[in-house]
């Protein structure tokens, strides 16, 4: 099967066009940098940076107007700018401009210093927009109310601000999900034909930070059998705060007649990733899914907390407690099920099917209950682990919520501990590096060799090596390093279990002149030691070789 997967999720508005009047009008030749910028920030400290305005035009000077806007995201994941202070996470009232007017000549280029001053108390994350708008002369404005057509053209440099040391509440929910021809969608028709069937996933982000989507969409037989799977997404898959975003895969060949069920899977940084299955019936002429197509017809619950540690003795028994919450406007009836946890060496939790069986000690009551809007329930977890059982035990606590509109999937990590002394120890391997002239990529691979899961972080540092010289007056000078670069990777989402690995994909992208480099990466895990891997390399000419 071909896939197309549309770049409509995660689009950023670049460029806003208003009409005035004039559609003859030649627009301004005018750019900006950074269209965006991303920063994180502490409640109190203050962030400085520059924006650049250049006019393109070597002819004719160019009046602008500086200011600040709040920025919403639509349904295809397209920045649209607001009034200033007018969303729950603009910024606005706390950036302050150099200048709100300037005049560039032609060819000019002028740089416009920004100041935002996030005060204490602050939490989550804040969105806005720096806003250069060419100035209409007058004589343009008598001709448009003379009935000509004028242009007011706007480009915007974007900000995405995370607060750290806040609380940044990442929540999420698929919205809805269904499967439809391209034929009802004029946009994608003119590309792909009637009949490619178009998946659809919109996602809802109901935290008070943005998240970043990566989705996924598979196809299967209603008697279990996989016909493919393929991304669900595309552009950037950032979804701003009280923003819901379509995720779409496009399938240009048709799917042979008869009844399957799609499953989309959407990573968005919290434990585990959104779920959501709809059946639906295929045939030569046309698709119909019971999935609905508008957004908020699928069932939201939370589960609180998203993963849970427990550690006991063999032959013990435990329990603790998980909080369900409606947070829908429908009945939610929910269904209770263990099943083993398994991630891949991405950190990715892995199909159902490839999980093998659950801990059999481990259950859950009740095994199935009813919300309604707004309700809390409070779910039993039990643990009775055997005399012989030692080590590190994990299960997948998984609710479904099934309803003529689709299936919905949500849980909770349960992670114990049997025994006395969790033994954390860890080892790090380069599995594969490239250096080029547009600079080094690096893959590193950890490995959980302890009895217990682990959250490993990750910190790089490259430096240079430069030899003892003598210079020809006989002065030494002794042989030194200096730092190239440093990078450091936070523990992710989900742990490393015992006996799993973990990928961690670096990329620097210095152009290396030719010498000596010295590679230095350690991974902090919760153990006695850090695992630590050192090499050195040379570069002759932009080329060399890392062993």
Not at 105 to 123: A, D, H, L, M, W
Not at 294 to 313: A, C, D, K, N, W
Not at 481 to 506: D, M, Y
Request: aromatic share 6%; hydrophobic share 40%.
């Amino acid at each position: 099967m071909v896939l197309k997967a549309c770049s409509r999720a995660g689009m950023l508005l670049l460029v806003v066009a208003i009409l005035v009047g004039n559609t003859n009008a030649a627009g301004p030749s005018l750019r900006l940098d950074p269209l965006l910028l991303e920063r994180a920030l502490k409640p109190g400290e203050t962030l400085n940076y520059t924006v650049n305005v250049e006019n393109g035009d070597r002819f004719n000077s160019l009046p602008l107007v500086i200011a600040v806007a709040d920025v919403e995201e639509d349904l295809y994941g397209i920045y649209r700018l607001r009034a200033p202070g007018s969303t729950s996470h603009s910024l606005a009232k706390w950036v302050r401009l150099e200048t709100d007017k300037v005049v560039l000549p032609p060819g000019g280029y002028k740089e416009i210093g920004v100041t935002v001053s996030i005060p204490k108390g602050e939490s989550g994350g804040k969105y806005g927009a720096v806003v250069v708008s060419m100035v209409p002369d007058e004589q343009a404005m008598e001709q448009g109310a003379l009935g000509e057509s004028l242009y007011v053209f706007q480009t915007a440099s974007f900000l995405e601000l995370v607060l750290t040391g806040t609380v940044g509440r990442r929540e999420a929910y698929v919205s809805s999900f269904d499967v439809r021809r391209s034929a009802e969608f004029p946009s994608l028709q003119r590309e792909v034909g009637d009949h490619a069937l178009v998946y659809t996933a919109a996602v809802s982000n109901e935290g008070n930070i943005h998240i970043a989507t990566r989705g996924s969409l598979t196809i299967k037989t209603r008697d279990g059998k996989t016909i493919g799977r393929y991304p669900l997404g595309g552009g950037r898959g950032t979804i701003l705060p009280g923003s819901t975003v379509a995720l779409q895969s496009v399938i240009t060949k048709p799917l042979p007649p008869g009844d399957y069920t799609a499953r989309a899977m959407v990573e968005y940084g919290g434990h585990r990733p959104l779920v959501a299955n709809v059946d639906f019936a295929a045939s030569t002429e046309e698709v119909s899914s019971k999935g609905s197509a508008q957004v908020g017809e699928l069932s939201r619950f939370l589960i609180e907390p998203s993963q849970v540690e427990l550690t006991m003795r063999a032959g013990a028994f435990k329990t603790l407690l998980l909080e369900i919450t409606n947070r829908g406007h429908e009945i939610v009836d929910l269904q209770a099920s263990i099943l083993p946890l398994a991630f891949d060496i991405y950190g990715d939790m892995i199909p159902e099917e490839d999980r093998g069986e659950a801990v059999p000690w481990i259950e859950v009551s009740p095994k199935s209950f009813t919300l309604e809007p707004g309700e809390m329930r409070r779910v039993r977890l039990s643990a009775r682990p055997p005399r012989e059982a030692n080590g590190g035990y994990y299960a997948d606590v998984l609710f479904r919520s099934k309803d003529t509109d689709g299936e919905i999937e949500a849980g909770a990590n349960f992670c114990i501990f049997v025994g006395d002394s969790p033994q954390r120890k860890g080892s790090l391997t380069m599995s594969d590096s490239e250096l080029s002239s547009s600079g080094l990529q690096l893959d590193l691979e950890f490995t959980n060799e302890g009895s217990i899961h682990v959250e490993p972080s990750v910190e790089l540092l490259l430096s240079q090596v430069f030899p003892q010289l003598e210079a020809e007056d006989g002065r030494v000078f002794a042989a030194h390093t200096e730092e190239i670069a440093s990078l450091g990777v936070p523990a992710g989402a989900n742990p490393v279990l015992p006996g799993g690995k973990r990928i961690f994909g670096f990329l620097i992208p210095n152009a290396f002149e030719p010498g000596e480099y010295e590679l230095a990466v350690r991974v902090d895990f919760g153990g006695d030691e850090p695992a630590v891997v050192q090499t050195k390399f040379a570069v002759d000419e932009g080329r060399g070789s890392i062993e």
